[in-house]
T-cell receptor, first 111, second 115 residues
Framework: LAKTTQPISMDSYEGQEVNITCSHN???????ITWYQQFPSQGPRFIIQ???TKVTNEVASLFIPADRKSSTLSLPRVSLSDTAVYYC????????????FGTGTRLTVIP | NAGVMQNPRHLVRRRGQEARLRCSPM?????VYWYRQLPEEGLKFMVY????????ESGMPKERFSAEFPKEGPSILRIQQVVRGDSAAYFC?????????????FGPGTRLTVT
């Protein structure tokens, strides 16, 4: 499974846009890029998934450049409730059944 | 449609005792995954099961740990003769498909404390 690298922590003020970038230099052709969010004492929750270019849903946007060696999760106008750990994962290659979670990015939203 | 359910939410065991963690997947999901999370770390894959089959247990310690997903009832992760290093949060996830490109739905976790 491709390894990912992302910042350990980030701080942001309420109302700002937050961009979290993840590096995945060894991503395979069949791999998808998926982001999960985890609040303290809870299980991770799926946020968004993409393969290339840009994906947007009601929660976030995911930007993936043409070479797919990195991706950026964009959270518009964060609120205090967005304080959580955000994990970037790559996977989906046939035969790879599990998800590989790195240490994630701990986002703290400041009032 | 109820989400993934895990019980107990908190479990305290003395060293040497057995711990049994239960996971009921979402309705219609036949793929179950178990992960372990140590404090301040990411989740680590342990085992992937389908009904009555262990598909991938590459992340499971070779001794004292076992998992099952019977035809009827919840999936169970069993830890025999627990040690302090087993203290962690154990998460179960389920999916309608067995490919990691599909979303996995996580339960609230069981926090195991070994005293």
């Amino acid at each position: 499974l491709a390894k990912t690298t992302q910042p350990i922590s980030m701080d942001s003020y309420e109302g700002q846009e937050v961009n979290i970038t993840c590096s995945h230099n060894n991503i395979a052709t069949n791999d998808y890029i998926t982001w999960y969010q985890q609040f303290p004492s809870q299980g991770p929750r799926f946020i968004i998934q993409g393969y290339k270019t840009k994906v947007t849903n009601e929660v976030a946007s995911l930007f993936i450049p043409a070479d797919r060696k990195s991706s950026t999760l964009s959270l518009p106008r964060v609120s205090l409730s967005d304080t959580a750990v955000y994990y970037c994962l790559v996977g989906g290659t046939t035969g790879a059944n599990n998800l590989f979670f790195g240490t994630g990015t701990r986002l703290t939203v400041i009032p | 449609n109820a989400g993934v359910m895990q019980n107990p939410r908190h479990l305290v065991r003395r060293r040497g005792q057995e711990a049994r963690l239960r996971c009921s997947p979402m309705k219609g999901h036949s793929h179950v995954y178990w992960y372990r999370q140590l404090p301040e770390e990411g989740l680590k894959f342990m085992v992937y099961l389908q009904k009555e089959n262990i598909i991938d247990e590459s992340g499971m310690p070779k001794e004292r740990f076992s998992a099952e997903f019977p035809k009827e009832g919840p999936s169970i992760l069993r830890i025999q003769q627990v040690v302090r290093g087993d203290s962690a949060a154990y998460f179960c996830a389920s999916s309608p498909y067995g490919d990691s490109s599909y979303e996995q739905y996580f339960g609230p976790g069981t926090r195991l404390t070994v005293t």
